[in-house]
């Protein structure tokens, strides 16, 4: 039974998939004393994450990783394929290095361990549903280990006038230049570098509006603008872009 909402104002509605009958009990008591969350739906594993998540499209999926039948990460990927609407959120006892990133690269929003505060999680469930991405710096170091390990230099997209100066043999420099981590924000202004800083930080559109004394709608459209030109597809990538280039990987 879940708590009614403010009028006018649509509950979020989330899925929450553990193995663990007693963390399902206790996040769905949690959620949905929240006058704008509806807990939806309980999955057991993987298998049953996906399937529940097709057929009742959450905002939001509460995912752990180590699952019988199927992973969350390889449950993360799927639903991500299948239900674009749809984020998860990593919520899970597993910190390490390798699980951590291949769920980011599954696309997830957010991770958190189970360790983390009942008003972060909640937090976190509200800023996943606004689009927003969020990893504590814990996850973010390990996220930008792995990274560093097995991804391949950030490389901008070809465009004419890129292929062309690469083909010229007097401009190859400029081309090694354009494709260097060192240089992922030159297309950027000083305001898109400040808010891309603020977003590695994990800071949501709101805070950042406070911090550059902007609107949070204005916020909203640099964000989206950053994520055009550094070819992101979401905010999480966008961290680990800014995360690298300031280690200069």
Do not use: C, W
Request: glycine share 6%.
């Amino acid at each position: 039974m879940t708590a009614a909402s403010p009028a006018g104002v649509r509950r979020i509605r989330v899925l929450i998939a553990d193995d663990q009958a007693l963390i399902r009990r206790g996040m769905s008591l949690m959620l949905s004393v929240e006058p704008d969350m509806e807990v939806v739906g309980q999955a057991a594993d993987g298998v049953e994450a996906v399937e529940m998540a097709e057929r009742l499209r959450p905002d939001v999926v509460l995912m752990d990783l180590h699952m019988p039948r199927k992973g969350g990460v390889a449950a993360t990927r799927e639903i991500r394929l299948s239900l674009p609407h749809t984020h998860v959120l990593v919520l899970t006892t597993l910190d390490a290095e390798e699980t951590v990133f291949e769920a980011v690269r599954a696309g997830a929003h957010a991770y958190l361990l189970k360790d983390a505060g009942e008003d972060e999680v909640l937090e976190t469930v509200r800023a996943v549903h606004r689009g927003e991405s969020r990893l504590t710096p814990q996850i973010a170091r390990k996220v930008m280990d792995q990274f560093r390990r097995i991804a391949p230099p950030f490389a901008a997209p070809p465009t004419d006038s890129t292929a062309a100066a690469a083909a010229a043999p007097g401009k190859a420099s400029n081309a090694a230049r354009l494709n260097s981590p060192a240089s992922l924000t030159e297309t950027l202004s000083d305001k898109e570098e400040k808010i891309l800083s603020l977003i590695a930080e994990g800071k949501s559109n709101k805070r950042i509006a406070a911090a550059v004394f902007l609107a949070e709608g204005t916020v909203k459209n640099y964000v989206s603008r950053i994520m055009e030109k550094l070819h992101a597809n979401t905010r999480t990538e966008l961290a680990v872009m800014s995360l690298r280039q300031r280690r200069g990987e």
